[in-house]
């Protein structure tokens, strides 16, 4: 039953994620910024507004948002900003394997 109370309080939240959002956007922020940002507030660390057990119970729900957030992510990338940093992403990306692999 208290799936249903999280999916109620998730569906409350929705416009006020999408404003954030929106907000990100109008700092010149990446939209995706602000949907993280919103979640990280209304989360149980900030705000409280979802309980840490409820939470688990809305694992689908998790993966679902991920989706949502690579395909935002996805969406922002222009590969003719990616060609001018090329060099900085590989050193990123090659830093990254190093430290996580080694």
């Known amino acids: 039953m208290a799936i249903w109370s999280e999916l109620g309080a998730v569906a409350m939240c929705l416009p006020a ?3 954030a959002g929106r907000l990100a956007q109008q700092v010149k ?8 940002i919103a979640g ?13 057990n409820g939470l688990a ?15 935002a ?4 990338l222009r ?5 001018k940093t090329k060099r900085q ?5 090659q830093s990254y ?6």
Not at 29 to 36: A, D, E, K, V
Not at 40 to 52: E, T
């Open 57 to 71: 119970s809305l694992g689908f729900v998790d993966h679902a948002c991920l989706g949502v957030i690579a395909l």
């Open 89 to 93: 992403v590989g050193q990123c990306c």
């Open 73 to 76: 992510a996805g969406a922002e």
């Open 29 to 36: 922020l990446p939209l995706i910024t602000g949907y993280l």
């Open 79 to 83: 590969v003719s900003e990616l060609k």
């Open 17 to 19: 994620w999408f404003l």
């Open 40 to 52: 990280a507030v209304s989360g149980p660390s900030l705000l409280q507004l979802f309980r840490s």
């Open 97 to 102: 394997c190093c430290t996580q692999y080694s």
